[in-house]
């Protein structure tokens, strides 16, 4: 069965430093997110993205965050300028249509 | 706002033994309400996507119902696999991209 794949599982980084997230979403899918869950708390949408530009966001996603789709297969988040609380589980996922989301199963962020 | 509130935090089962989660839901009109399954470490797993008041959705030991305020997700005779964190989400007509999530109901179902 096709899956979302996201890597790396665990990323340590040091706060103030660049990080890229990495999904490689299902083939045929045409609308791609990214969600992130903080330890404790309920996940967060940040943003989606569809014919190759970001069609919502939310407050989280500001100037520090950015979004790609550099080929026709990957997907990518970057966090400028990492912070204590950007520590979190983010998880790619992708659908067909506007629903149904098929989520991946995560990369741990830690930054220090 | 759209909000999403679900009950009880975590509940403990023994197997076999049958209870409902409580997904209570306030949406700017409703498109969409869906139930994932999260295992731990793990992203959420779809279930099921409900569209109105009075639809009922199926799969296995799963029945998940829908009325104009909330939703339920009814597990009948658990087994110790249906040991998971249950998501309800919902998504409204203004924002049809995103998904606001429930904090979530911790299910064990001890053999």
């Known amino acids: 069965e096709p899956e979302v794949t996201q890597t790396p599982s665990h990323q340590v980084t040091q706060m103030g430093q660049e990080v890229i997230l990495r999904c490689v979403p299902i083939?045929?899918?045409?609308?791609f997110y990214w969600y992130r869950q903080i330890l404790g708390q309920k996940v967060e949408f940040l943003v989606s993205?569809?014919?190759?530009?970001?069609?919502?966001k939310s407050e989280i996603f500001d100037d520090q965050f950015s979004v790609e789709r550099p080929d026709g297969s990957n997907f990518t988040l970057k966090i400028r300028s990492t912070k204590l609380e950007d520590s979190a589980m983010y998880f790619c996922?992708?659908?067909?249509?506007?629903?149904?989301?098929?989520f991946g199963s995560g990369t741990q962020l830690s930054v220090l | 706002e759209d909000q999403v509130t679900q009950s009880p935090e975590a509940l403990r089962l023994q197997e076999g033994e049958s209870s409902s989660l409580n997904c209570s839901y306030t949406v700017s009109g409703l498109r969409g309400l869906f139930w994932y399954r999260q295992d731990p470490g793990k992203g959420p797993e779809f279930l099921f996507t409900?569209?109105?008041a009075g639809e009922e959705k199926e799969k296995e030991r799963l029945k998940a119902t829908l009325t104009k305020k909330e939703s339920f997700l009814h597990i009948t005779a658990p087994k110790p696999e249906d040991s998971a964190t249950y998501l309800c989400?919902?998504?409204?007509?203004?924002?049809?991209?995103?998904?606001?999530f429930g904090q979530g109901t911790r299910l064990t179902i001890n053999p």
């Open positions: 409900l569209y109105s």
């Open positions: 083939s045929n899918h045409l609308y």
């Open positions: 996922a992708s659908s067909v249509h506007e629903e149904k989301l098929f």
């Open positions: 989400a919902v998504q409204s007509p203004t924002s049809p991209q995103k998904l606001v």
């Open positions: 993205f569809y014919n190759n530009e970001i069609s919502e």
